[in-house]
C-alpha cells in the first residue's frame, strides 16, 4: 500500500497566471445535499429490482417500485456513513488500514466480497492483499458504490477523490475491474462540482482508469453508442454484449449501464429509470447515476416530484453498528462539508471554498489533476507496504498467502532508504516453530540515500505446524540510527482435500460408485490422492481430460464447538454432499457459478457442525462443459466467514 498523503499542490500556468478554482459555501453544500438525495432516490427506485443474476429482458419501471421514508436502507450508502465516521475519528490521512478496522467494527453483513474480504483481515491479512486472495468477487460493485464521499470531501479535486477511492476499494476489491469503477467513479462525481458537461465528464473518468480495463471498455461503448446516436436499448445492447457476465454485480456491465442513464437521460428522473430498466445490479446503478445528477442539479433543481416522496431522513439497516446516523440529510451534508473545507486546505487541491463560484477553466485544471491518477493502475495487490519512518518495508507475496503442506512459499522483501544519507544494518526474518525458512543466514544490508533493494525467500512447513494464521517477523537493525517496529508476514492455512479417480458411466449423480463406501471414514482410504489447495476454488477440471465424468472429494474440518453452519458447494453443473456420512443436499438445478458465503439458493443447505472433527463428502459431476466448483462454509449468524476452523490438515495429521 502506497502513502497517499501529503499531495502536491496542483496548479496549470499560463504565462505567469496561475489559475485556482473557486465553489462558494453555498454551491457546495447545495451540490452535496443534491448528491445524496439523488443517491437516496436512485437506490430506491432500483432496490426492489435486484437480483443475484441478469436477465436478458430489460424492465420497463418509470416510477418507484416501493417507496418508503427516508428510503431503503442500502449498502450503497450506510457504507459511506461508516467512511464519514472513520473520516471523523482517524482524521483526513485515513488509509485502507484504517478503513479495515471499520470494516470489522462497524459492519455485520458479508455478502459476496464483503465477507471474503472480512475474513482475510480476521486472519491477519493487510489491505490490498484482504481484498485480492481468496476474493472471486473483487470485480463486483462492491466498492463502485462507495465512491461519493470521496468526492464530496474533494469538490473539484478529482486526483484526491481518487486516492481516497482507490485506499477504499483495495480493501476488498484489490486487483480487480471494481478499484477502476470506484475511482472513475470518484473522478467523474468531484468533477461534476465544477463542470455540467456530462459527456466531459465520462471522458475525464475514462483518462483516470487504464484503457485497456473491461470497466473503460464498457463505458466507451455507451459513450460511443451515445454519440453514433443509436437509441439507449441499442447502447444496452452493445454493453451487454461486449462485457457480459451472468452475475448482476458484475461490475463493468454495471458501470456502462450506469453510464447510458448519464448520457441518455433527459432529466432526472428519466435518468435513473433507464439505467435501471437497463438491469443488472439495478440498485447501483440507479444510485450512483442519481447521486451524479444530484451533483449537476443541486437541491435547489432536483425535481420535487422524485425527492419530496422520500423525505430527509436516513434509512439504515441493523447491519451497522457502532456509528453515529446523522438525523437528516442537512446534517450529514454539514459533516461532510466540514471536512471537505478541511481536505482541500491541507492538501492544496486546485480549489478553494469561497464567497462565489468561479469554474473558468475547469476543464483544463481538472484534466490537469487527473494525470497523478494513474500512478495507481500498476500497483500489485500482492504487495503490503510498511513505513517505518527511516525505511520503507514491502512485503510481496509471490505464491499468495496461504502456506500448504510442505510445498515451498516464496516471498520477497524490499527494502527502500528514505534517508538523505546511506545507511547499514541487518534484516533477518523469524519463523514459526517448526518451519523452515530458506536462505537461513540473514542479510547485510547497506543502501544509499533513497536506494532500495529486494531478498527473495521462501517458507515451508508441515501440516501440523500450520494455523488458520501464521505469522512470520521481519526485523530491520539499522547502526546509529533508532530501534525499528518488526513487519509481520501472515501466512494462512489453505485447503486440504482427498480426491477419487473420475468415474465415466453411468454419468448419473444416482449410480453408486466405490467412493461411496468411504463417506464416513476417518483415514486415507483405498484409490484417494491427496490434494492441497490454496483457496476455495476446487480445482478439479484437469483430472476430467476434458471428458464426462463423476469425481468424488472428501474433506476434513475441525470445529471448537457445535454450531450451526451454511455449506455451499456451488458449481456450474450438479453435486451431492455428505456430513458425517449423512446425505444432506443434491444440487436443485444448474446455475451460473456464484461462490458467496450466502448462497446460490440452489447448492447450499444448513447443516449442525458436531464439535470436534467433521467429515465431508462431495460427489460432483462434469458434462460436456468445463467443470467449475468451489466451497463455501459460513455462520448461521451474518453469513460470515468462520476462521476457527480447521481445515487445512486431515486428522490423522494433527499435533
Not at 183 to 196: H, Y
Not at 497 to 503: H, I, K, M, N, T
Amino acid at each position: 500500500m502506497i502513502n497517499m498523503f501529503p499531495l502536491k499542490r496542483i496548479s496549470v500556468a499560463c504565462g505567469e497566471i496561475y489559475m485556482k478554482l473557486k465553489i462558494s459555501r453555498e454551491t457546495y453544500w447545495d451540490k452535496v445535499y443534491g448528491c445524496w438525495l439523488g443517491k437516496n432516490a436512485g437506490g430506491t427506485l432500483g432496490g426492489p429490482l435486484e437480483g443475484p443474476y441478469g436477465q436478458e429482458e430489460m424492465f420497463n419501471v418509470w416510477w418507484y417500485p416501493k417507496i418508503a421514508e427516508g428510503g431503503i436502507p442500502n449498502d450503497d450508502l450506510e457504507i459511506q456513513l461508516v467512511w464519514l465516521q472513520a473520516l471523523k475519528e482517524r482524521g483526513i490521512y485515513l488509509t485502507a488500514r484504517d478503513l479495515a478496522d471499520y470494516w470489522l467494527d462497524c459492519i455485520l453483513y458479508n455478502p459476496d466480497e464483503y465477507g471474503f474480504s472480512k475474513t482475510n483481515l480476521r486472519k491477519g491479512l493487510q489491505p490490498p492483499v484482504s481484498g485480492w486472495y481468496n476474493n472471486w468477487f473483487k470485480d463486483c460493485m462492491g466498492s463502485p458504490i462507495r465512491s461519493e464521499i470521496w468526492a464530496c470531501i474533494s469538490p473539484g479535486a478529482p486526483n484526491i477523490a481518487a486516492k481516497y477511492a482507490y485506499q477504499d476499494a483495495i480493501c476488498d476489491h484489490a486487483g480487480g475491474e471494481s478499484v477502476y469503477g470506484e475511482i472513475f467513479n470518484a473522478v467523474l462525481e468531484s468533477a461534476a462540482f465544477v463542470i455540467e458537461d456530462r459527456l466531459e465528464l465520462v471522458k475525464l473518468g475514462l483518462a483516470s482508469i487504464p484503457e485497456s480495463s473491461a470497466t473503460a471498455r464498457a463505458i466507451k461503448i455507451a459513450l460511443e453508442s451515445y454519440l453514433r446516436g443509436l437509441s439507449w436499448k441499442e447502447a444496452r445492447e452493445r454493453v451487454k454484449e461486449s462485457v457480459y457476465s451472468p452475475i448482476a454485480q458484475y461490475s463493468p456491465i454495471n458501470l456502462g449501464f450506469q453510464t447510458i442513464g448519464l448520457l441518455y437521460g433527459e432529466d432526472f428522473g428519466d435518468a435513473i429509470c433507464k439505467a435501471v430498466n437497463c438491469g443488472w445490479d439495478t440498485d447501483c446503478t440507479g444510485a450512483t447515476v442519481g447521486a451524479i445528477w444530484g451533483i449537476l442539479c443541486g437541491r435547489r433543481k432536483l425535481p420535487e416530484k422524485w425527492i419530496k416522496p422520500l423525505g430527509n431522513t436516513i434509512a439504515v439497516s441493523n447491519g451497522i453498528k457502532n456509528i453515529h446516523v446523522p438525523a437528516n440529510l442537512e446534517e450529514l451534508t454539514n459533516d461532510v462539508c466540514a471536512i471537505g473545507e478541511k481536505v482541500l486546505r491541507c492538501f492544496g487541491a486546485p480549489i478553494e471554498i469561497s464567497e462565489n463560484d468561479d469554474f473558468r477553466d475547469a476543464e483544463v485544471i481538472v484534466r490537469q489533476s487527473i494525470e497523478d491518477i494513474k500512478s495507481f493502475w500498476n500497483l500489485p495487490p500482492n504487495e503490503v507496504d510498511f513505513n517505518l519512518t527511516s525505511i520503507r518495508v514491502f512485503v510481496t507475496y509471490l505464491d499468495g498467502p496461504a502456506i500448504l503442506p510442505m510445498k515451498p512459499n516464496r516471498f520477497l522483501i524490499s527494502i527502500e532508504n528514505k534517508c538523505l544519507t546511506s545507511i547499514s544494518g541487518i534484516l533477518s526474518i523469524s519463523v514459526p516453530s517448526g518451519w523452515t525458512l530458506e536462505p537461513v543466514a540473514s542479510y547485510q544490508l547497506s543502501l544509499n540515500a533513497h536506494e532500495k533493494a529486494s531478498f527473495k525467500f521462501s517458507v515451508t512447513a508441515s501440516a501440523k505446524d500450520i494455523n488458520a494464521s501464521n505469522e512470520c517477523l521481519v526485523k530491520v537493525l539499522l547502526y546509529n540510527r533508532p530501534r525499528l517496529l518488526s513487519v509481520p508476514i501472515v501466512f494462512v492455512g489453505g485447503f486440504r482435500w482427498l480426491v477419487s479417480e473420475v468415474f465415466r458411466k453411468p454419468l448419473s449423480l444416482e449410480a453408486v460408485f466405490p467412493p461411496e463406501e468411504d463417506k464416513d471414514l476417518y483415514e486415507i482410504g483405498e484409490g484417494w490422492r491427496i490434494a492441497s489447495w490454496p483457496e476455495n476454488s476446487l480445482e478439479i477440471e484437469s483430472f476430467f481430460n476434458g471428458k464426462p465424468g463423476i469425481i468424488y472429494l472428501r474433506h476434513f474440518i475441525y470445529s471448537p464447538e457445535e454450531r450451526k453452519a451454511l455449506i455451499g458447494v456451488p458449481n456450474n453443473s450438479r453435486m451431492r454432499f455428505w456430513l458425517n456420512g449423512e446425505l444432506i443436499h443434491e444440487t436443485i438445478k444448474p446455475v451460473p457459478l456464484r461462490p458467496s458465503y450466502k448462497g446460490d439458493r440452489s447448492n447450499y443447505a444448513w447443516v449442525n457442525l458436531r464439535r470436534g472433527w467433521n467429515h465431508l463428502m462431495i460427489k460432483i459431476m462434469r458434462e460436456s462443459n468445463p467443470l467449475e466448483a468451489h466451497f463455501t462454509i459460513a455462520s448461521g449468524e451474518w453469513y460470515s466467514g468462520m476462521t476457527d476452523l480447521i481445515h487445512w490438515r486431515f486428522p490423522w495429521e494433527s499435533k
